[in-house]
């Protein structure tokens, strides 16, 4: 319906220029808003306000010009212009019953459009790394990336979803340092566990089936392996310089051979468990991007390269530093430490680097609160390598709490307590947590209410929403067990019939679906469509409460079953681009 206006007016702005009565730039877009007061109509346009002044025109007269050059519509019963020069529209009934029609015979593809007009846009999210089980924190991410990829597909980008694989650096150096002292447990070594160690139960597993696949031929006493190393943090030392020691010493003992075969099980093992855990969750991926081949592959020293070649960065104290103060950043970041080792951020730079080589007009990143930080430095070494960042939105998530019973959940990562995804999609199921993490801005805290995502009540958004679909698929059923018909056709050709006002309501809903769609994908917001769904739910259980479907009346009986069948389509299509299912009955 905006859109048929929208081109309305454009088409009126191009005749004016055309015959000379406007000399002017027309402006990008045409904003079309809902009314608040349906006296003042459906629909109002306030162009000929900003239009106004570059035109060298009062609003009020260039709108009069504007709605005498109106083509003619049989979607609109009556122009009016209103106050300083707002153009209001009066849609006939019949371009709002045509919905109806529109939503039956596109089906699954309405609300889909080709606003992106092919557009290449990476969206990277979640990317935990790979040293332990994805827990509720990473699922709203997972389930946050994955709905903003598709709304952005159904608007017509061309969406590639990446997770960026951190098989690289120090955070995997532990793990697999962690994994290799739980095995030389197993072999019969008392070994003092490292504070800043992995300690979840996962890392058992592992040590256990690396003692399997290897006997004892990786092990080496505790004498040798903690001989000289710094205390640790309930000693009195440096929690950090004794992983970072006790990570050298592995590496030593080991060999590198040796090593790497520590390392890639715990990696080989987390990272397929991650990779069957989103799939599950119905969260799939283009790609994998792998941080060790990025680092082979010279990436990482080639954004160093362009940075120094731009004079962006400079040594103190032994390290390269780049120089993102000059950027806006609070402080100057290390790329290269003085030992020689390369930071993360180098790291990423080269991936952020890499990923405007491939040729993405947009890159959107889905980070975790906790990040906020991070989005100058990234943004400053971009602009500094000659990049657009404004081609760079980064998304931030906050974190999920849970609830059980009124009472908040406890969680600690560091100790490895914490409910993993894979728990909590078992408790309240897959379409509960896809739906329940995206209900509010992303940016936002959110409480997670384990008890209302399993309670069958109207309460529970996303089971109010599921029974609606289901109640119509039920209607649909009992027209055999009544020995009734549906006829599609003569219900689209009496929909004049649907005078009721629940009725009305329903058939503006589903003309509103399209704009909601396209809203939620341009401003990165799922929740928008959460609270529209709920809404035509809510639509639908008042109509159904109030009438009877399977009347007496063919006419009226298939203009109803239309009406609902289109209810029940849209339900379906804003329910599959949450990635939440639509059952027929419940």
Avoid at 288 to 299: A, D, F, M, Q
Avoid at 328 to 345: A, C, Q, S
Wanted: proline share 3%.
């Amino acid at each position: 319906m905006k859109h048929h206006l929208q081109q309305l007016i454009t088409a009126a702005l191009d005749a004016l220029r055309t015959n000379g009565v406007l000399d002017c730039a027309l402006p990008d877009s045409i904003v079309i808003e809902h009314t608040r007061d349906k006296s003042h109509g459906d629909f109002a346009c306030n162009v000929a306000m900003p239009l106004a002044k570059i035109a060298r025109r009062k609003p009020r007269e260039l709108a009069e010009l504007i709605t005498g050059a109106l083509p003619a519509s049989t979607k609109v019963s009556k122009v009016e212009i209103a106050g300083p020069g707002f153009i209001n529209f009066f849609m006939s009934s019949d371009a709002f019953t045509a919905v109806v029609g529109e939503v039956l015979e596109r089906g699954e593809a309405f609300g889909r459009s080709t606003l992106g007009n092919g557009k290449r846009v990476q969206v990277e999210f979640v990317s935990a790394n790979p040293t332990g089980p994805l827990h509720v924190g990473h699922g709203r991410g997972a389930a946050y990336g994955a709905t903003v990829a598709d709304l952005l597909a159904a608007v017509g980008f061309n969406v590639h979803r990446e997770y960026y694989v951190n098989d690289a650096g120090r955070q995997m150096d532990i793990l697999g340092t962690s994994v290799w002292l739980r095995y030389l447990d197993l072999c019969g070594e008392e070994i003092p566990f490292p504070v800043n160690g992995y300690k979840g139960d996962y890392v058992w597993d592992i040590a256990a089936t690396l003692h399997r696949e290897h006997g004892d031929a990786f092990r080496h006493p505790a004498s040798a392996v903690f001989q000289d190393i710094s205390p640790d943090e309930p000693a009195g030392g440096d929690k950090e310089v004794h992983i970072d020691e006790l990570i050298a010493r592995a590496k030593q003992l080991l060999g590198a051979a040796n090593y790497r075969t520590v390392f890639d099980l715990g990696l080989n093992v987390i990272l397929a468990d991650i990779k069957q855990d989103l799939e599950e969750f119905g969260v799939a991926y283009e790609e994998w991007y792998s941080e060790r081949k990025l680092v082979e592959s010279g990436k990482v020293d080639e954004a160093i390269r362009r940075l120094q070649a731009a004079g962006h960065v400079y040594e103190k104290d032994g390290a390269l530093w780049f120089r993102s103060t000059a950027f806006g950043d609070e402080k100057d970041r290390v790329v290269v430490r003085d030992n020689g080792v390369k930071t993360y951020f180098a790291s990423d730079i080269a991936y952020h680097m890499e990923k405007l080589e491939r040729g993405f007009e947009r890159i959107i990143d889905v980070w975790g609160a906790d990040h906020h930080g991070y989005v100058p430095r990234v943004k400053a070494a971009l602009q500094a390598m000659g990049d657009d960042p404004s081609k760079l939105d980064v998304l931030l998530v906050q974190f999920a709490i849970l609830y059980r019973g009124g009472e908040r959940v406890q969680m600690s990562t560091r100790s490895g307590s914490f409910v993993t995804l894979r728990e909590l999609r078992d408790e309240v199921g897959n379409d509960a947590a896809r739906f329940f993490y995206v209900l509010r801005k992303c940016e936002q805290h959110m409480d997670f209410d384990l008890d209302l995502a399993k309670s069958q009540s109207a309460d529970n958004p996303v089971y109010y929403i599921q029974y609606a679909h289901a109640r119509v698929c039920s209607v649909m059923r009992q027209l055999s067990e009544k020995g009734l018909s549906y006829d599609q056709a003569a219900g689209l050709k009496h929909l004049h019939l649907l005078t009721e006002s629940h009725e009305q309501e329903l058939i503006q809903a589903l003309t509103r679906y399209p704009e909601v769609v396209e809203s939620a994908a341009l401003a990165h917001e799922p929740h928008q469509l959460a609270h529209y769904l709920r809404e035509l739910a809510n639509g639908f259980h008042t109509y159904y409460n109030a009438h009877q479907f399977l009347v007496d009346d063919s006419g009226l009986r298939d203009a109803r079953l239309a009406l609902i069948s289109a209810v029940r389509q849209v339900l379906h299509n804003g329910l599959s681009l949450l990635g939440v299912s639509a059952p027929e009955t419940m």
